[in-house]
């Protein structure tokens, strides 16, 4: 495969279940690196990724994956892909370390390899003491960072993972937000990420494409989605009232200003008015922690705007 070859495709692709159309006429093109894949639940996440795979035949349509056709080399596809399954699919009575040892050996990693490369993938996931313990008793966190190790353990091309934040609380979520960026950052795997929530993989996701009722409703590169708002947030040194203090200083020289939490947002009208909260600050001897655009969140490019005009999106607050 050359370069920029896209590691998948699929044109008109459709995929009936007797009584519901999970994939409608879906064309698009996976390159290389970290792609979101949301949508509601029913989108047809999960049975994109089953196609892609070769678990299910597709009603229509054309298929590649990393060049390959799932309808007739499934078998070879799998050897350079991974698969975090959304649902649990890990036995109990096995520990980490046994399951991802055996998903090792069944790849055809040599023993020994086998064992060096199990025992890396869960370092890497971060199971370390945990991993000896039967899997039965592994928090939902853990159960997932074993599914992870699993789905990595034979160093594929590319992996697919199916809603791997489901059921974690924020922190663990976060965390495994982390793993997923270190898998592509680390190991070069591209990776082929799914969630039902909007705004979840903006921060991890190069690339986010959307789906409805299976039908392709964008495709586009995470930083066009969250376009910049036009504003920058400022943060100023201490828990003060520097932040209030900027914020008049700015209005006083006609600039648009707000509060927004402890920081202040401003309306970046002119090149001139980046310079100006940079002079305001020193004249004001407010150290500036933070100068950062403001670009709009995923759930803000999705969600339907608030039904009621009176709390749209006009910022309020100290603007004039
Ligand atoms: N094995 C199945 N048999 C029949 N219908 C299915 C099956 N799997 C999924 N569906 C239906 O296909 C649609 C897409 O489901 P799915 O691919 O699981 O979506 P997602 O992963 O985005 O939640 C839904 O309407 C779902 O009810
Ligand atoms: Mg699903």
Same mark, same amino acid.
């Given at each position: ?6 590691? %998948? ?45 070769? %678990? %299910? ?41 046994? =399951? ?59 992996? =697919? %993972? ?12 976060? !965390? ?10 680390? =190991? ?50 201490? $828990?003060?009232?520097? !932040? ?12 648009? $200003? ?43 490019? =999705? ?6 005009? $009176? ?10």
């Amino acid at each position: 495969m050359t370069g920029d070859a896209p590691v %998948l495709e699929t044109h008109a692709l459709t995929k009936r279940y007797p009584s519901v159309t999970a994939l409608d006429d879906l064309t698009l093109q996976v390159h290389a690196g970290i792609t979101g894949v949301v949508g509601v639940n029913g989108a047809g996440k999960s049975t994109l990724i089953k196609v892609l795979l070769g %678990l %299910l035949p597709a009603t229509s349509g054309r298929v590649h994956v990393l060049g390959m056709d799932p309808a007739v080399q499934a078998r070879d596809i799998r050897a350079l892909v991974g698969y975090m399954p959304e649902h649990d699919c890990l036995p109990a009575d096995v520990s980490a370390a046994d =399951f991802v040892l055996h998903m090792a050996t069944m790849s055809g990693l040599p023993r020994q390899a086998s064992r060096e490369r199990a025992s890396d993938v869960l370092r890497h996931v971060g199971l370390d003491e945990e991993r000896h313990r039967a899997m039965g008793g592994y928090s939902t966190g853990m159960k997932q960072r074993a599914k992870l190790a699993q789905a990595l353990v034979h160093d594929p091309t590319l992996v =697919f %993972l199916d809603e791997p934040t489901s059921g974690l609380d924020p922190r663990a979520r976060d !965390d495994m937000l982390d793993l997923i960026a270190r898998v592509h950052a680390d =190991f070069g795997i591209s990776v082929v990420v799914t969630s039902h929530l909007l705004g979840e993989l903006e921060r991890t996701a190069d690339r986010i494409v959307v789906l409805d009722s299976g039908r392709l409703l964008r495709a586009s590169t995470t930083s066009d989605l969250t376009q910049s708002t036009g504003t920058v947030v400022v943060e100023v040194l201490g $828990a003060g009232d520097g !932040d209030r203090i900027l914020g008049q200083a700015l209005l006083d020289r006609g600039i648009t $200003a707000w509060p927004a939490g402890d920081d202040v947002e401003v309306r970046i009208e002119r090149p001139e008015d980046l310079d100006a909260i940079r002079d305001v600050a020193v004249e004001l001897d407010l150290g500036l922690v933070r100068l950062q655009e403001r670009r709009h969140t995923l759930d803000e490019v =999705f969600l339907p705007p608030p039904s009621s005009p $009176a709390v749209a999106s006009a910022p309020g607050g100290v603007a004039p």
